[in-house]
Nanobody, 124 residues
Framework: QVQLVESGGGLVQAGDSLRVSCAAS????????MGWFRQAPGKEREFVAAISASGGNKDYADSVKGRFTISRDIAKNTVYLQMNSLEPEDTAVYFCAARRSAGSSYRRSDYYYWGQGTQVTVSS
């Protein structure tokens, strides 16, 4: 069983940076892939970034490539999403998710555990 708790969301202006965090419980954190998804009002939940269990493989949505960076700290059981050059289109609830295997994935259906989400709002 893995429980995920996101934090770090907030209201920022376009061009600002923000880092959201996801603290995971359970002793399996080092052996599972993690991902970030987001959902804007009236839209489907979409993939943002993913990282493999080892941290050696990272995937990004085209819309955030070059601006967002995913990372993980095994000692802290935490995964991060560093967001730079934020745009109003990045406004959404950001969800942390965990797989039950080591490989990263962009598919929402590949993730078994989900956090409650943290709101990120970017004003123009």
């Amino acid at each position: 069983q893995v429980q995920l708790v996101e934090s770090g969301g907030g209201l920022v202006q376009a061009g600002d940076s923000l880092r959201v965090s996801c603290a995971a419980s359970g002793r399996t954190f080092s052996s599972i892939a993690m991902g970030w998804f987001r959902q804007a009002p009236g839209k489907e939940r979409e993939f943002v970034a993913a990282i493999s269990a080892s941290g050696g493989n990272k995937d990004y949505a085209d819309s955030v490539k070059g601006r967002f960076t995913i990372s993980r700290d095994i000692a802290k059981n935490t995964v991060y999403l560093q967001m730079n050059s934020l745009e109003p289109e990045d406004t959404a609830v950001y969800f942390c998710a965990a797989r039950r295997s080591a490989g990263s994935s962009y598919r929402r259906s590949d993730y078994y555990y989900w956090g409650q989400g943290t709101q990120v709002t970017v004003s123009s």
